[in-house]
């Protein structure tokens, strides 16, 4: 098949190994393209994941939010609950912090609690619970 010679002037022999030949080459190219587009696929799923892991790892340096469920005590008020529960890493101040377990828990704006009355708080600890 070195020279390039008219369909039309082929002997059927000639036909036959022809047709072969561009099978070959189409079997070999759709292999080619599966063998790409396999790494490729690799390559992205690896992308994914270190990435994803990455973020995990920074996650967990900053620390995890949690919520914990305490009784609150007679006499016990907002400002002192915050007081034991605030990591200033993550709020910056105890204002906010106590701002945000007003919304959690639904409170009215004078912020008086009821001896026996359960809150919701967050924290944050490195440890990650699943």
């Known amino acids: 098949m070195g020279k390039h010679r008219n369909l039309q002037e ?3 022999r000639e ?4 047709g072969r030949v561009i099978r070959l080459r189409r079997e070999r190219r759709r292999k080619a393209a599966a063998a790409v587009l ?3 696929a690799t390559v992205c799923i690896i992308m994914i994941c270190a990435i994803s892991y990455s973020t995990i790892r920074s996650k967990a340096s900053n620390g995890f939010k949690y919520y ?3 009784t609150v005590e007679s006499g016990e008020s907002l400002w002192e609950l915050a007081e034991a529960y605030i990591d200033y890493e993550f709020y910056k101040d105890k204002d906010s912090y106590i701002a945000e377990i007003r919304r959690i828990n639904h409170l009215d704006g004078d912020g008086s ?3 026996g009355q359960r809150l919701i708080l967050p ?3 490195a440890d990650f619970v699943y």
């Open 10 to 12: 082929m002997s059927d």
């Open 15 to 18: 036909l036959r190994q022809y």
């Open 38 to 40: 396999t790494v490729f």
């Open 68 to 70: 914990t469920q305490v």
């Open 113 to 115: 609690l009821v001896a």
């Open 123 to 125: 924290y944050y600890s």
